[in-house]
T-cell receptor
Framework: QQQVKQSPQSLIVQKGGISIINCAYE??????FPWYQQFPGKGPALLIA?????SEKKEGRFTISFNKSAKQFSLHIMDSQPGDSATYFC???????????FGQGTELSVKP | DAMVIQNPRYQVTQFGKPVTLSCSQT?????MYWYQQKSSQAPKLLFH???????NEADTPDNFQSRRPNTSFCFLDIRSPGLGDAAMYLC???????????FGQGTRLTVV
């Protein structure tokens, strides 16, 4: 009930391409879905987040698509850059506890 | 300006020797979290505080304890570190349930 499943585990994209990372959740009580970016040796940093009352949210090159009926959400990185190379985690939480449940992470490598 | 500060950034301890990691925040957030992150894995929640209300995860070993003497500070105590406790320990804060969590830079613990 508490799991968040993330795929792919690793992703290689050419500079300028689109990176797509997918997540699926089970607990229908989740109502906050953030994406975190983590560079080696650093703590995770919030990239973008969505709540289930909208199906899409865009901030710059980053877009979250949310499908409530399928219990899935995804991160799209447009015009991917080498500086985007990092590990990306999706997460979910609910207001009954607030604690973040993380996906397994995706290691993104953007090749010049 | 750093908002969630963890000290030290790197800690080496001997097998079985108690160790304390510290976290401070300048955000005046009610909620503070401790996560354990092993190499190439997602952060795993150990426990969290709502103000002074302590919430332990069911699978957090008894070897891990925490103290929150005031709003700004939180400590992670590992009573008898084992080799399997070597990891990055992440502190995070949020204003309340289900809102953005801010992470510190982490403390990388090595057990020798």
């Amino acid at each position: 009930q508490q799991q968040v499943k993330q795929s792919p585990q690793s992703l290689i994209v050419q500079k300028g391409g689109i990176s797509i990372i997918n997540c699926a959740y089970e607990n229908t009580a989740f109502d906050y879905f953030p994406w975190y970016q983590q560079f080696p040796g650093k703590g995770p940093a919030l990239l973008i987040a969505i709540r289930p009352d909208v199906s899409e949210k865009k901030e710059g090159r980053f877009t979250i698509s949310f499908n409530k009926s399928a219990k899935q959400f995804s991160l799209h990185i447009m015009d991917s850059q080498p500086g985007d190379s990092a590990t990306y985690f999706c997460a979910a939480s609910n207001n009954q506890g607030g604690k973040l449940i993380f996906g397994q992470g995706t290691e993104l490598s953007v090749k010049p | 300006d750093a908002m969630v500060i963890q000290n030290p950034r790197y800690q080496v301890t001997q097998f079985g020797k108690p160790v304390t990691l510290s976290c401070s925040q300048t955000l005046n957030h009610n909620v503070m979290y401790w996560y354990q992150q092993k190499s190439s894995q997602a952060p795993k929640l150990l426990f969290h505080y709502y103000d002074k209300d302590f919430n332990n995860e069911a699978d957090t070993p008894d070897n891990f304890q925490s103290r929150r003497p005031n709003t700004s500070f939180c400590f992670l105590d590992i009573r008898s570190p084992g080799l399997g406790d070597a990891a990055m320990y992440l502190c995070a804060t949020s204003g309340w349930a289900n809102t953005e969590a801010f992470f510190g830079q982490g403390t990388r613990l090595t057990v020798v």
